[in-house]
């Protein structure tokens, strides 16, 4: 009954900006991490940036300075603002949760969005 939804994909210039969002919903009793990555056609999905539910970052080296990752624990929500986009940026971004959450017990559990299409190219 988790859900994660996200927003925000679409068609970019190279240089310019895109902001993602993920809103996370259902029996949720706490959020351990959320964020984002990624997966290019004929690539394996890669990390792209997560934040705990204590404000802690971590972002890989490909896109370090030019995306900045923020959250809201009492939304239950995570937003990725995307700068200076580049082709090679162009990608099915997938949000990311682990949540403690779940019917009958609880657990920690991993979960994924649909994804949504961001594309980089003029």
């Known amino acids: 009954q988790v859900q994660l939804v996200e927003s925000g994909g679409g068609l970019v210039q190279p240089g310019g900006s895109l902001r993602l969002s993920c809103v996370a919903s259902g029996s949720i009793v706490s959020i351990g991490a959320m964020g984002w990555y990624r997966q290019a056609p004929g690539n394996q999905r890669e990390l792209v940036a997560t934040?705990?539910?204590?404000?802690?970052?971590n972002y890989a080296d490909s896109v370090k300075g030019r995306v900045t990752i923020s959250g809201d624990n009492a939304k239950q929500m995570v937003s990725l603002q995307m700068t200076s986009l580049k082709p090679e940026d162009t990608a099915v971004y997938y949000c990311y949760a682990r949540l403690l959450a779940g019917r009958p017990t609880l657990s920690w559990t991993d979960y994924w969005g649909q994804g949504t299409q961001a594309t980089v190219s003029s």
């Open positions: 934040i705990t539910s204590g404000g802690i970052t």
